[in-house]
């Protein structure tokens, strides 16, 4: 099993920047996709960034632009930078590594709160 923990939330003023970080427990080379995902009071969980294994990235359209996902294997990590942060960006973020082929999965982090202020 992969174990995944998200850090790098808080309060950031409208037009700042965060970097979140999600640590894997294990490799995660076998995740073929992993992504960012974030939830708002009231609403769906959407998502806002996928990564493949072939470091392919795609990007929800409200985030295009600003938001940057990245892997690094040799770490087990996955990053999101997020600049020009935007009040309507406020959520929980939470990492998920998933595996499509073969032996398959699909594993969450516990979240971590990203409040933007105007």
């Known amino acids: 099993q992969v174990q995944l923990v998200e850090s790098g939330g808080g309060l950031v003023q409208a037009g700042g920047s965060l970097r979140l970080s999600c640590a894997a427990s294990g490799s995660i080379t076998g995740s073929n996709i992993m992504g960012w995902y974030r939830q708002a009071p009231g609403k769906r969980r959407e998502l806002v960034a996928v990564?493949?294994?072939?470091?392919?990235?795609t990007y929800a359209d409200s985030v295009k632009g600003r938001f940057i996902i990245s892997r690094d294997n040799a770490k087990n990590t996955l990053y999101l930078q997020m600049n020009s942060l935007k009040p309507e960006d406020t959520a929980v973020y939470y990492c998920?590594?998933?595996?499509?082929?073969?032996?398959?999965?699909?594993?969450w982090g516990q979240g971590t709160q990203v409040t933007v202020s105007s």
């Open positions: 990564i493949t294994s072939a470091e392919i990235t």
């Open positions: 998920n590594a998933k595996r499509t082929i073969t032996v398959r999965y699909d594993y």
